[in-house]
């Protein structure tokens, strides 16, 4: 029995929740704001851990790591809340890029351009990955450092792995997590990140880690969490590398189609390379002349994208076309690139990004304050909108509506 686990469940400090993590290395981006978890006793937990702590000794991890590493794992609820709700939220692709390409963001990846420009370049040169393909993954994954997660990476794995729900995935990664211990490559106390178990600057989960995270510093260890970035970002550059990057060329680009072009070619099943002879057109410059699939994320009238091979190399990162844009669109900002030039379509409820900031500000001025009007409307928003129904005597939704917004425009 491992008695040092029941010592700091009782004695736990809160930590905080920093990003969440999906497909193939992690799925978010935006994150959700920081929240207290706190371990919590559970005697089934500690049965299972146990059990587990057997199968890791036998799977040829020294016992002294097992049990040190173990030892300080505690079940934490919160993981697994977050696990069960984590698709809740879908976003339209004028919010997502809204978010991933803001002009904060925008400005904080220019300026980690300009400070780490030499190693990035460094690694491109090794890589062939582009240096503003890599600020734009630093800048989803973790804001370019500043949210890699404060989350124990073996009390979050373990936990999800207790669950069930994914507990083969999770199981292996919480063994990859004791072999990086093993390893040598971080200490205990720095193992931290999502409440998912991705770590460090471009959130890896500990088995992308093991495969691909290099070290680039030449220091003996592959560490992605310190402070500085060089191991993440040439980590990241590695992944991509042998996921297939091709060095010069493009990710996509924007495009305008002609009229009565037949949306019916769209979809990343069909690649062709005589686009231009279609009709088709780069949005700024010229088409890239490879072959490409056209992608319509935002239907037949929203923003059109050819999209390479490269586009899908991205996407082993993190397999969301959302995803996929995001990356693209903030390292095309990055270069200084402008922004999308075609019409964003509405919302479910009919709204644009703009109306739903305009709806999160009039509700705001009125006393139903929506904290904030980046235009997502989040649990504060609906908050909000159901106080306000509330008082007016409304049915009582706290969903966002072309007629709600309007009688908010007429003080009603």
């Known amino acids: 029995m491992i008695v040092t686990r ?26 959700p704001a920081s929240s207290p978890m706190r371990p919590e006793p559970n ?30 794992a505690g079940f934490l609820p919160d993981v697994i809340a977050r696990d069960r709700r984590q698709t809740e939220f879908t976003r339209t692709l004028e919010d997502y890029l809204n978010i991933a390409a803001s002009p904060e963001r925008i400005a904080a990846g220019r300026a980690a351009l300009a400070r780490e420009g030499a190693t990035l370049r460094a690694i491109e040169g090794r890589y062939g990955v582009p240096a503003e393909i890599l600020t734009a993954i630093w800048g989803l994954e973790s804001r370019y ?17 207790f669950d069930g729900r994914r507990g083969e995935f999770f199981e292996s990664q919480l063994t990859a997590a004791l072999r990086i211990l093993e390893r040598g490559d971080t200490t205990y106390a720095n193992l931290r990140g999502s409440w998912a178990g991705a770590m460090g600057h471009t959130q890896f989960i500990p088995t992308t880690y093991q495969a691909y995270a290099v070290d680039f510093t030449g220091d003996g260890r592959r560490d992605i969490w310190a402070d500085d ?7 990241a550059a590695n992944y991509l590398s042998r996921m297939g990057w091709q060095t010069g060329q493009p990710w996509g680009q924007e495009v305008f189609l002609p009229a009565g072009f037949n ?13 231009a002879g279609m ?29 390479y091979r490269n586009f899908s190399v991205i996407l082993r990162y993190n397999n969301s076309e959302l995803y996929g844009l995001g ?37 705001t001025r009125a006393g139903f304050d929506t904290q ?34 309007e009688g908010l425009r007429r003080g009603a």
Not at 145 to 161: C, F, H, Q, R, V
Not at 372 to 400: C, F, H, K, L, W
């Open 372 to 405: 904030g009007d980046d235009g997502v409307i989040g649990p504060n928003s609906e908050a909000a909108i159901r106080a306000y129904q509330a008082a007016r005597g409304m049915p009582v939704t706290g969903r966002p509506s072309r007629a709600l917004l």
């Open 229 to 235: 970035p060089t191991d993440a970002l040439a980590s």
């Open 43 to 72: 005697a089934a937990f500690d049965a299972w851990l146990d059990g587990y702590a057997a199968r890791a000794r036998a799977a040829g991890i020294a016992p002294q790591v097992v049990d040190r590493a173990l030892g300080g």
């Open 327 to 363: 990356i693209g669109h903030l390292s095309d900002r990055l270069r200084g690139g402008g922004p999308i030039q075609g019409t964003f379509q509405p919302d479910a409820n009919g709204l644009r990004l703009g109306d739903r900031q305009e709806l999160q500000r009039l509700l």
């Open 6 to 31: 029941r010592v700091l469940l009782a004695g736990a400090a809160s930590l905080s929740l920093s990003a969440c993590m999906g497909g193939g290395i992690r799925a978010t981006t935006p994150r």
């Open 279 to 307: 009709g088709v057109r780069a949005a700024s410059g010229s088409l890239s002349g490879a072959p490409a699939s056209l992608i319509l994320p935002d239907g037949p009238n929203g923003p059109a994208f050819l999209v």
């Open 263 to 275: 949306t019916g070619l769209a979809g990343r099943g069909s690649t062709r390379s005589d686009w």
């Open 145 to 161: 450092g500043t949210e890699k997660g404060d989350i124990p990476a073996i009390s979050a794995l373990a936990t999800l792995a």
